[in-house]
């Protein structure tokens, strides 16, 4: 029975990993170009690469690797026809990775035709090394299962809900779906925890020693990490024999059983590393490919944690695409429940709760070991991806499912897992790379405002729909924008949008710039004839003033002509507190914290009057505020009319709750004898110039204006 849940579990893995293989783009995984193009090379050479000026480009750090999953990578991809993949393949010059919040330009490259189904060239070439990934995870949950066998043989529920638990964990799914060595590296991993834990609970001789040298010399052979776990299976061995004879001469035989047909196996690749770049791991060619050495400190490595706990479970692309946040939920919560299970299961009695923990000890020691490693890494250069922690998978899978194993968590684990597997996998990842629709003239929202402009020869912007509801710093505007090619384009444009608020002028609020369908779908791709619907986030700047009137422009790199595609809302996140009202303006608008500033000036200064509006009701017009220096009825000696805050939030926009906070300017003209003058404050409608009636305490104001006070104004010296 349990042979049979084993296989429908490898079975939706198997699915899973082949559905993330299809639904995410070739080469949106981290490092997969330079792993596929370094088993090309061995294909197309049948020599091992090394980081040279030559290589650098395609195959950068990758060269440096050890070689065995490349070696086998270039059997299965022989056969295919490959000679253009490099002219195949086409990058994106705006790429940005390592960063979830853009909202353009996490590709890495444009996927057109040339990658669809039926898949051929390199596009079936990498998709068999997609595929060769998923079969080797598949291993990997073969051996997770017999180490969990063996350490509960009386319980196969517990083995099965580890091996669920790996099997639906989205992270997993993505890079055994993904073209790297690290597959190949966990299931040596895993297989030789698996024979570590056979000789320690059973016993083996030297054909056990030497299978397990063997297995860590395949590890060494397909990524450093296998040098420690070469050491680690050395010590395991000896303290097990240790632990039964209690003479330390054949526990350090054993150990040697371990060691040397490990080095014998793997050893030359580490003479061959010291003889090429004088470093035996050649970590030294990932750090200055990397950008050198950086100046990390502890502190600085451990303040990445979060990114690497939230990789363990579902970060995708180029560490730039993050899952759900209730994934995110769901796995800590399973990790909690697991962890605080283990705990009470290790603390209490039963026959079942016995701790060995000797054997505890041993499994978190390759645990710990696999962690210091990463850490020692990320002092050297960026690694901060929870991928390179599952070498270790076998102890942490068992030790979850230890402590998740209960009779309603058993069953509910793996579904919640399951769920958010299939939502990664379905939604999360073909989302984020789909393209904009093609649509016909007629299908245009009846919304959309038209422009038909020609921005360059053969591209036209036909339309915009821009967002009705109000933003804050900090979020993305969503828009969308209708595209018409005519004619062959000789070159990809880049479109730029760029929203522009109450800073000056000639600076944003916000800036996108990317091949069209937020960097995937560049024009040449597109079906001419047809518009392309192409929606755009672009996102905020979190320090901008607020509220304001955000004007949109958009138009084309290189290309002069923009067009000011209309204005979004912005409000600020809170509004400001206020004074109780002065003065009230029909209909809707109140008067509060009326100030001048100064009030004592000479002719030529500049006198600031503040205002703070609340409003109780929308206004519905563009209303202008005037400013008069001078007595009520009579000519103003001067006045600083203006829209409220310059025009930047004009009353059309205000809603009821909110309370701007707004000032004007008034310069008191040349000549003007000394004395006290009154400075006089309201509103009115500039089509017919008609004041908005304004009441004091309940009483209409002469010619509907506020004194708002005095400014004494003194003769020059």
């Given at each position: 029975m349990a042979d049979r849940r084993l296989a429908v579990l490898l079975l939706l893995y198997l699915a899973l990993a082949v559905l993330y293989g299809a639904a995410n783009p070739l080469f949106e995984a981290p490092d997969e170009p330079e792993h596929y193009f370094t088993a090309q090379y061995i294909a197309d050479t049948?020599?091992?690469?090394?980081?040279?000026?030559?290589?650098?480009?395609?195959?950068?750090?990758?060269?440096?690797?050890?070689?065995?999953?490349?070696?086998?990578?270039?059997?299965?991809?022989?056969?295919?026809?490959?000679?253009?993949?490099?002219?195949?393949?086409?990058?994106?010059?705006?790429?940005?990775?390592?960063?979830?919040?853009?909202?353009?330009?996490?590709?890495?490259?444009v996927h057109g035709p040339w990658e669809a189904w039926p898949w051929q060239g390199y596009a079936l070439a990498a998709h068999l090394l997609r595929l060769f990934s998923a079969l080797l995870g598949a291993g990997t949950l073969l051996f997770l299962y017999g180490s969990a066998r063996l350490l509960w043989p009386e319980r196969p529920g517990r083995a099965l809900l580890a091996v669920a638990l790996v099997a639906f964990l989205p992270q997993y799914l993505f890079l055994h779906g993904a073209v790297s060595n690290d597959p190949l590296i966990?299931?040596?991993?895993?297989?030789?925890?698996?024979?570590?834990?056979?000789?320690?609970?059973?016993?083996?001789?030297?054909?056990?020693?030497?299978?397990?040298?063997?297995?860590?010399?395949?590890?060494?052979?397909?990524?450093?990490?296998?040098?420690?776990?070469?050491?680690?299976?050395?010590?395991?061995?000896?303290?097990?024999?240790?632990?039964?004879?209690?003479?330390?001469?054949?526990?350090?035989?054993?150990?040697?059983?371990?060691?040397?047909?490990?080095?014998?196996?793997?050893?030359?690749?580490l003479w061959r590393n010291w003889q090429l770049y004088g470093d035996p791991t050649a970590t030294n060619q990932f750090v200055r490919i990397f950008g050198g050495h950086e100046e990390n400190t502890l502190a600085r490595v451990l303040d990445e944690?979060?990114?690497?706990?939230?990789?363990?479970?579902?970060?995708?692309?180029?560490?730039?695409?993050?899952?759900?946040?209730?994934?995110?939920?769901?796995w800590n919560g399973l990790v909690l429940a697991g962890v605080s299970g283990a705990a009470w299961r290790l603390w209490s009695g039963g026959p079942d709760r016995r701790p060995r923990w000797l054997l505890v000890a041993l499994l978190g020691g390759w645990v710990g070991l696999v962690y210091a490693a990463l850490l020692s890494f990320m002092l050297r250069t960026p690694a901060a991806q929870g991928r390179l922690l599952f070498p270790a998978l076998v102890p942490l899978a068992a030790g979850?499912?230890?402590?998740?194993?209960?009779?309603?968590?058993?069953?509910?684990?793996?579904?919640?897992?399951?769920?958010?597997?299939?939502?990664?996998?379905?939604?999360?990842?073909?989302?984020?790379?789909?393209?904009?629709?093609?649509?016909?003239?007629?299908?245009?929202?009846?919304?959309?405002?038209?422009?038909?402009?020609?921005?360059?020869?053969?591209?036209?912007?036909?339309?915009?729909?821009?967002?009705?509801?109000?933003?804050?710093?900090?979020?993305?505007v969503w828009l969308t924008l209708y595209w018409l090619r005519q004619g062959e384009l000789d070159e990809a444009p880049e479109q730029v949008v760029e929203l522009f608020g109450r800073e000056p002028a000639a600076e944003t609020v916000g800036k996108?710039?990317?091949?069209?369908?937020?960097?995937?779908?560049?024009?040449?791709?597109?079906?001419?004839?047809?518009?392309?619907?192409?929606?755009?986030?672009?996102?905020?700047?979190?320090?901008?003033?607020?509220?304001?009137?955000?004007?949109?422009?958009?138009?084309?790199?290189?290309?002069?002509?923009?067009?000011?595609?209309?204005?979004?809302?912005?409000?600020?996140?809170?509004?400001?507190?206020?004074?109780?009202?002065?003065?009230?303006l029909e209909p809707g608008i109140a008067l509060a914290d009326v100030t001048i500033t100064p009030q004592t000036a000479t002719a030529g200064t500049d006198v600031q009057i503040g205002v703070t509006w609340i409003v109780s009701a929308p206004p519905g017009r563009a209303l202008t505020t005037f400013i008069h220096l001078g007595r009520p009825g009579e000519e103003p000696l001067a006045s600083g009319d203006s829209p409220p805050l310059d025009g930047h939030y004009p009353t059309d926009l205000w809603a009821a709750g909110e309370v701007i906070k707004d000032q004007y300017t008034v310069r008191i003209p040349a000549g003007l004898a000394p004395g006290s003058y009154p400075i006089l404050l309201g509103m009115y409608d500039p089509v017919d110039s008609s004041r908005l009636p304004l009441s004091v305490a309940g009483e209409r104001q002469p010619h509907d204006s506020f004194v708002a006070g005095h400014v004494q104004v003194n003769a020059a010296d």
């Open positions: 049948w020599r091992l690469p090394a980081v040279t000026p030559e290589t650098e480009p395609w195959l950068g750090q990758e060269a440096a690797q050890p070689p065995l999953y490349y070696l086998l990578g270039a059997l299965i991809i022989a056969p295919v026809e490959t000679e253009e993949a490099r002219e195949s393949v086409w990058p994106n010059p705006l790429f940005v990775p390592g960063d979830a919040s853009v909202l353009a330009n996490r590709n890495a490259y966990i299931l040596l991993a895993s297989a030789a925890l698996y024979q570590l834990l056979r000789f320690w609970l059973q016993g083996g001789g030297r054909r056990a020693l030497l299978l397990l040298g063997l297995t860590a010399g395949l590890a060494l052979l397909s990524k450093m990490a296998g040098l420690i776990l070469l050491a680690y299976a050395a010590a395991a061995v000896a303290l097990a024999v240790w632990r039964r004879r209690r003479r330390w001469a054949p526990a350090l035989g054993a150990a040697a059983g371990v060691v040397l047909p490990g080095l014998l196996l793997g050893g030359w690749l944690s979060q990114g690497l706990w939230l990789s363990l479970f579902g970060v995708f692309g180029w560490f730039n695409l993050r899952a759900p946040s209730w994934v995110y939920w769901v979850l499912a230890y402590g998740l194993d209960r009779p309603f968590l058993r069953r509910l684990a793996p579904t919640l897992a399951l769920a958010t597997a299939l939502v990664c996998g379905l939604l999360t990842i073909p989302l984020a790379y789909s393209v904009p629709q093609a649509i016909t003239l007629q299908e245009l929202p009846p919304g959309a405002a038209e422009f038909n402009r020609q921005l360059a020869p053969g591209l036209t912007l036909v339309a915009a729909d821009l967002p009705a509801e109000a933003v804050r710093p900090g979020e993305p996108l710039q990317s091949y069209h369908g937020a960097g995937l779908y560049p024009a040449p791709l597109w079906p001419e004839g047809r518009l392309i619907a192409d929606p755009i986030g672009v996102r905020l700047d979190e320090e901008m003033l607020a509220p304001t009137a955000v004007r949109i422009f958009a138009g084309l790199a290189g290309e002069p002509e923009r067009a000011l595609l209309g204005r979004v809302k912005v409000i600020p996140e809170s509004w400001p507190e206020t004074g109780p009202p002065v003065a009230e």
